[in-house]
């Protein structure tokens, strides 16, 4: 692993004398989601800034699909990529293959024993911890479900496990693992479950319905991916529970945000993809000059998560529309 | 009738299981949401059903779901059109997919296997360039045209249940569809050229304009489906909406009796086949099992009961033959 | 209205060629009202391609057709589909039975002329209907019976009902008697004279000549797609007609000496089987021995067959050469069973595959080494069997769908007649098979039995039952009615067992030439 | 072989607008990766083919990849068994899902459809509930079994391109099953009993038995899949890995000349069945077209591709008859 990072490292030496004019640089995400789109507007906006040609792919298909990207892209000649690697500890093979042929940094998901130069992203335990204690706040006590699309992929094991520890105000320790069959009493919270639903939202819906029926007394849910917190703010407001249910939210589903602005969520953990896609490619591009300045010592750029609540939601929502606005207008004229 | 026998009593002991070891189960409310997500499958699965008829397959239901649930808060909330020409514009675009489908079967005799499963990858791949695959949702308004599937009626006597207005669609549906099979000439037509399709054509039955018409009216269906899931749900990703919705439609259609070889079906097992499906997904949360289970459980449930049924039917015969002999 | 002998149908230089083929060519024809036209020809002579353009279901490939308007004229008419030659009055029963099963008999008979308002079935119309033209064909059953129910012979009447519902003008039959019994056959003769006598045409096809000579006015006699003669009544005779079909006449088998003292090989006792329940049936069969199973439609011999085979479930005991012949068919058949079925659509043949492969797969098995198919003897002995049952065209490659009905079956017989199984079951044998063919196909079976196989079969045709059976088992409603030996069998005396003791029916089948007068001619 | 003509010029003309118009393709590399791929998914739409002849189908395909390819890690690292019995044990475990399959379909008669369909459930429902929904991997060990699928032979005079090791199972297999299929007795009865099952009975095949057969070596490839696409991998998720694969693996299949009717087969045509269908994936990178856009792409080339292969074999009958005429 030294040795690829030490190769990379060299070629990129190399690019110091013969800097790429155009570099063709990729973005992989893990799948497909709003929040990879956003990223995609800020790679693409990346791109078009620094002259260079930008591919963003998104996995449908899970492992084998990223597997089989990130080969074709090597293919292509690629000359530098930023993945969102969706199993790192078991990606060896590909990651070298990446740091063999092209230059490999991670965003969203790192994989620190990968020989990659860069993680750009954010634990995802503290932005756990960060919605877990928005609920706190806004919640006292009581019974509280929490609604995922799946538990397999490790930022969703982490974000889940932050959200426990935020919540029932544990000291952080992101190796910490509670099953998601059991239930939690602690601190004067009963946390009833964890439900998940493979990104079939019919069922994500279903999920929360179901759990408000099996659990009547619930005081306290939160969506921890994007379209769990908009299914959430939509059931509760089809049964006229909205407010008197609390909701800690994830992401910035427009709905979610709607419904922060009038009061009836607590308020929601925005990450910043649009800051993984357009870092992703600054960093690459520099990279293909030579220039590896921008890699802190522990190799890791932090773009943090942002707590949105009633008073910054207007602005926040306005901000990352004009955001997405440019990246699909750089998209469309390339 | 005799068919859904079977399907009935699977569904029975469920919704039995289910309300003795569940919590809440028999709760207004609860039925309530049973009730409307039966009615949303059913109607695709009815579509499903007419296309198993004849012999053929529709695989890209889920697709049409996405396409038409993908495109009706596409145009509504990105492009601003009004409802009164979303509505039929998705109607109509959703029939012509059926359209397509049924005159390369009939006129090009291409299995339809093939072609509706190139449907499902198309339609798909056209809502999820068409919308950057990005999620459309109705962003809380448009409260009125979602009032189509979110409308609930008071039943004068009763507490917590109210009945989800998606019920009319589907009662006016199968009502039609059964009357249609049953009772009408082209019924007959559609039944008879399932089974022996040049029966039918040497008995001047237009058999090619019959299997095209239940591909146009699957696809409608799957159509109206999509556009009342989003309606319900409020928002969806192109990328998984309505993944393997076919499968369920299908599995509903076959578990209600429907001979996937033809010219076999029975409405009312379809619907209740539908409501099998749903029942176990909610039963599988209300008794408490980890909804990583719910896969195993749904396909163990089914499985057994389908061979209990058979076993049942088996030995009833036997034992019919024995009375006689 | 039409007048009696106005022409109601021309065909000028009709042909039909398939892939580039000519099945058919140069077909002048012109029909009549009331007349009853027999059109007469061996296996693959094109018979069903002439009744097939003239229906509708299939186009000529050149030549045009005339058909009489309401008013008399004749007008030309391309037919593009059963639908146009329906309303142009034309009927036509298939050779192949074409039922969708899953109808009721009312239900078939009116498929696509259902009697309705704005769309909706008049059901109660429908079955009333239907049992009218169930009576009229001699099908005692109710018409709400689903058809997947019904015997073979049962659902060609079916057809027949159908047929004749549409009070055509012209009612075209493609070997209507090939799967009935002598009494429904008889009565279909006399449906066909009826029809005759109110002022209609009659077209039908028939392998069996005396049925022929009985009914038909006029015969027109097809050999290799061309028509070789068209006779006028009185003009013609058996041998005549047999002259033009194949170029010469064609001889009868002599009886054959029968061994009385060989050893049992089949011996059956209380068999049960799964539909008729009532009477458990008991009887032997010798080696070197042809016993003819005879009977009315429905009489329960196909159950017997089949029970042997165990292709339907039975009770009772059944034994070859001694030791219990147990187990599902493909262990029957190890032990030397062979089943020729009597639907040979649905039983008999693999109509997407070829010839070939049709007739080896029974055997394959057999001269394989190590599971490998020896193709070089397989293809050496599918062309010998096809040699040896007349199959033409004798192209081994050809798709047998793409085949005459009469070849089609000498496939299937040809399939077993290359192993000489210990046990040969056949049911309703030479069905849609030509005469000389047939001859041919009986000169076969005994020659199996001379080499000491077993043979059990049953036929509806009770010529075929004397010619070839050493022994006859008579039965009725589902149990033996009576054993006769070749020389007390006799067409009365079968008949008498078969109808349950009842007196013998006037005319049964294969008395043609006596009795053929009673119909007259419409001249 | 004729009926996979048209499947092969689909074939070919996808790889000449891939070497033309992207980027790379006649690199070593690519075609290496495209060997890699294809061998992978052809040795499951092999097993698929044996289904679909005897006119029945498969959707338990990647619901067995799934818990084949789960079980092997599962058990090598977590429990620590040996390779040695690891592998024969799921492949024994794959063969017995496909027996129980066959058993279903043949002693009671359930339609092939709903009973792989509850297997489809099943089976991912097992795998999830075995593992808790956790990802099972290598974790960077066992390279050694690993290779079995990892292994490249470099080939003497080319220079990047190395021959994967999974051409080996795929060559050795294609030329047992085509052989089986038309130089064995078996293979002639599985054929005829696609054809016509009753009449093949009627035959003295053993038809239940060689159904059953068909079903266990489909899911028995099934699992030998899964097993190297997660050596291939290293890795998987129970929830998404080898979902759709049963389309895919059908749908390879029926481009390569199956029909689903039963009765027909190309060994030929399925392996480039499964070829196209990798080739236009990687196509759509190559090329630069969005990701997005891949589903629409292989959804419309293959609908495209059929209907002309389908329109170019009308007009030649119909000019060959003229020309003879
Ligand atoms: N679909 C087809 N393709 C190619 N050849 C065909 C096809 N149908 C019929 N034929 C050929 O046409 C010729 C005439 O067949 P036809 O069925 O008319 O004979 P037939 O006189 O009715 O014989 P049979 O008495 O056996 O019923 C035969 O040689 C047959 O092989
Ligand atoms: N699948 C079935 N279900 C119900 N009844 C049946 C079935 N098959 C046959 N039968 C009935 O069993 C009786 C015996 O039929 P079978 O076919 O053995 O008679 P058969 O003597 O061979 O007459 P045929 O001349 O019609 O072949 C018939 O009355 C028939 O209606
Ligand atoms: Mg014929
Ligand atoms: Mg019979």
Redesign the interface.
Known sequence: QADLIAAQKARIADFKKAPKAKPHLAFVSNGVADFWTIAKAGATAAGKELGCQVTVEFPGGGLGDQKRMLEDLVTRGIDGVSVSPIDPTNQAEILALIAEKSLLITNDSDAPKAPRLCYIGMDNYDAGVMCGKLAREGCAGGEVAIFIGRLEQDNAKRRRQGFIDGLLGRAADATRYDEPGKVITEAGYTIVGTWTDSFDRAKAKANIEDVMIKHPKLALMTGLFEYNSTLAVEVLKQTGKLGTVKLAAFDEGAEVITAIKDGSVLGTVVQDPYGYGFESIKLLHALNQGDMSMIPANGIISISAKVIRKDNAEAFWKDLKAKIKAGKEATAKP | MKKSLGILGIFLAVCVVASVF???FL?G??LM?LTQ?TS?FAIISLGAGLVIITGGID?SIGSVVCLAGITTPWLLVEHGWSPWVVIPVVLIGSALIGLFHGV?ITR????P???T??????????A??MT????Q?F??EFAGVRSIA?AKFPIPGLDTYQLPATVIPLIVLSVAIAVFLH????G??L??????E?????????TAWLITMAYVACSLLAGVGGML?IF??????P???G??YE?YA??AA??GGC??RG??ASVFGIVIGAATLQVL??AI??L?L???????????V??IG??TD??IRRYSVRRS?RK?? | MTHPHQELLRCRNLGRRYAGVPALADIELSVRAGEVLAIVGENGAGKSTLLKILSGVIPPSNGSMQIADADGVLRSVQLQSVRDATRAGIALVHQELNLAENLDIAGSIFLGREPARLGFLDLHAMRANASKWLARVGLNLDPTTPCDALAIAQRQLVEVAKALSCEARILILDEPTSSLSAREADRLLEIMADLRNQGKAVIFVSHHLDEVLRIADRVMVLRDGQCTGILERGTYDRDSIERLMVGRSIETNQPRPVRQDAAVRLRVTELVGAHHRKQPISFAVRAGEIVGLAGLVGAGRTEVLEAIAAITPHHGHVELDGAPLSGNTAARVRRGVAIVPEDRARNGIFAAGHVSMNMSLAWIDRNSRARTVNTAAERAIVSQMMDRMQLRPAEPSRLVHTLSGGNQQKSVIGRWMAIGPALLLLDEPTRGVDVSARAEIHAEIRRLADSGSSVLFASSELEEVLMLADRVIVMHDGGIAGELTAHEATEVAIMHLATGGEPAPARPRGTAHEHGSEYGTSS
Do not use: K, M
């Open positions: 569940g919590q809440n709760t409310y609860n949401n997500r949303l695989l390369l090009l005799r291409l299995q296997f093939l072609v499963l190139c449907g499902l990858l198309l339609y798909r791949g056209v999820r360039w950057s695959d990005q999620s949702g962003q809380g979110l009772r009408t000439v082209w007959r037509w039944l008879a050229t399932g089974r022996n040049s029966a039918a054509r040497y008995s001047g039955v237009p899931f319900d749900i409020g928002s969806a990703q990328s998984d909406f993944n393997f499968l299908i599995a076959v578990l001979s996937l010219g076999e997904r909610t949360i209300l408490g980890s909804s990583q289970l719910e896969f195993a459980v749904i396909g163990a089914l499985l389908v061979t058979e076993l033959e006689i002999a």
